[in-house]
């Protein structure tokens, strides 16, 4: 059981997943209309609400107990199994007056496929919580791609035959139908009794504060689209919405791949506060030694970029970016904090942060607004900033150490990545003065900029890159 060891196995999970995401664009793309990806967008945002409420933070629960017994597995498998059920009952209940509010008809029976989906998976949420609890990310990692793969060609095979916007919903049944039943088979581990009371109690301490702390979190990501949209119109919140995709890919990424992997470990250690405190600094160093050249090279390049990959009409995205590359940089650090307080059972602590955070947000973003979408960039950065020091200040404390020990694990990456951001700035204005294609000049300048990040990084800062490879290449 190895931190290392998980992240890799995550990594592949992830790696799969974004590949077949991109594959089946293209694919799918050539077989489908525009308006069936719609309907299923229009379908996802309704699944995805939906899963919020899926487990009630019964999973991580499971996962963070020190003592776990047969009472409380069962009754965790249980709850779980009744609230997919129950899951899916809503939503096939309200799909008729959802498609009829999205003047959709079409979405109704989309609906009615993907309420299946809670149920099947319901049934497994407990088998998939012990075996990430156990660490055995390699048979997760084989089931989650295995699954993955065959979704997608059901998906293929479903628009060959004329399934049309079914294709899409079919790939979904056909991920949750594989992935369930390869977790059934393959945990050891079968359900006895039914709930016991003084179990869900035990339970319901810890989810309920994770179940509101996803819940806020997922108004507050969605609160900055809202108000652009509804005050600035569809052209700006594009700008916007592009921008904050091309910040949020490596940091949703990095994030997720640390905290899946080190939550179960941390979980397992979590009387020996000292070591959770050198598994985080370490962490968050390898965090950021990506993700500060990332966003630096992403904040200086932001032009070329944009006019390489999108085009001279988004322009605007570009000036988006400048202000949330260094949101990227800060929350990839911020965001390593959760696994810490989950760990140690301190969810209602994360709530909190979450609540203040969110709010600080949400006026930020009615403030910003006035000043069109740059002002709305701008004012996010603000906030991120001001909750940046209090939540790493607790996090500090929660781990009986000091900020100064964070900040020293960070400052190595961020003071190359200035370094390798300066470079990048003066080799910029040397190569725009050649004639060349504007993929061809971001092509040369993110050569340059990863040549002198990597040559920085190992002549300045040896332990850490010996680290970086340490989590990529073999156990810790």
């Known amino acids: 059981m190895s931190a290392a060891n998980n992240a890799r196995w995550i990594g592949a999970i992830q790696f799969t997943k974004i590949a077949i995401q991109l594959l089946s664009i293209v694919v799918l793309s050539r077989l489908l209309d525009p308006g069936d990806f719609g309907l299923m967008a229009l379908a996802a945002a309704v699944s995805t609400f939906a899963l919020l409420f899926r487990d009630f933070g019964i999973a991580p629960a499971i996962i963070q107990k020190s003592e776990l017994d047969e009472a409380t597995k069962s009754a965790a498998f249980w709850i779980t199994t009744l609230l997919g059920l129950g899951i899916g009952l809503l ?152 921008a904050y995709r091309i910040m949020l890919f490596p940091l949703h990424n990095l994030t997720f791949i640390a905290t899946r992997a080190l939550f179960p470990i941390m979980s397992r250690r979590q009387s020996d506060v000292r ?33 390489a990959v999108f085009g001279p009409t988004w322009s605007q995205a570009a000036d988006v970016i400048a202000w949330l590359a260094p949101i990227g940089f800060i929350q990839s650090i911020v965001s390593a904090s959760g696994p810490v307080f989950m760990a140690l059972g301190r969810t209602a602590t994360m709530l909190r942060i979450t609540l203040a955070a969110s709010t600080l947000h949400v006026i930020g973003f009615l403030v910003g607004v006035r000043w069109s979408v740059e002002g709305v960039a701008a004012c996010y950065l603000i906030t991120n900033l001001i909750m940046a020091a209090p939540t790493l200040w607790v996090v500090s404390r929660c781990l009986q150490s000091h900020v100064r020990t964070i900040l020293a694990a960070i400052r190595t990456p961020v003071l190359l990545s200035l370094t390798m951001g300066a470079a990048l700035f003066a080799a910029r204005s040397e190569v725009v003065r050649f004639d060349m294609p504007s993929l061809a000049q971001l092509a040369i300048l993110a050569g340059v900029g990863g040549v002198a990040y990597l040559a920085l990084s190992h002549f300045a800062a040896g332990a850490l890159e010996r680290d970086v490879f340490r989590a990529l290449l073999k156990k810790a």
Request: net charge positive.
């Open 275 to 307: 070591e959770i405190a050198s598994m985080y600094a370490k962490t968050i160093g390898v965090i950021a030694f990506f993700t500060a050249p990332l966003m630096m090279g992403l904040f200086v390049l932001r032009e070329p970029f944009v006019r």
């Open 91 to 242: 939503v096939a209940v309200a799909a008729p007056l959802i498609a009829m509010w999205m003047e959709a008809p079409a979405l109704r029976g989309m609906l009615w496929v993907l309420a299946c989906t809670f149920p099947i998976t319901g049934l497994s949420i407990v088998h998939q919580a012990l075996l990430e609890r156990a660490s055995r990310f390699a048979l997760v990692a084989r089931i989650e791609i295995v699954a993955s793969v065959i979704g997608f060609a059901t998906a293929v095979i479903s628009a060959l035959n004329g399934a049309g916007a079914y294709s899409l919903v079919f790939q979904a049944l056909a991920f949750a139908i594989l992935m369930s039943s390869q977790l059934l088979v393959s945990a050891s581990w079968r359900p006895s009794g039914f709930l016991s009371r003084s179990r869900v109690k035990g339970l319901w301490k810890f989810s309920r504060d994770m179940l509101a702390f996803n819940v806020v979190n997922y108004f507050a990501r969605n609160a900055d689209s809202l108000v652009i949209g509804k005050f600035l119109g569809p052209a700006s919140l594009g700008a916007y919405s592009v």
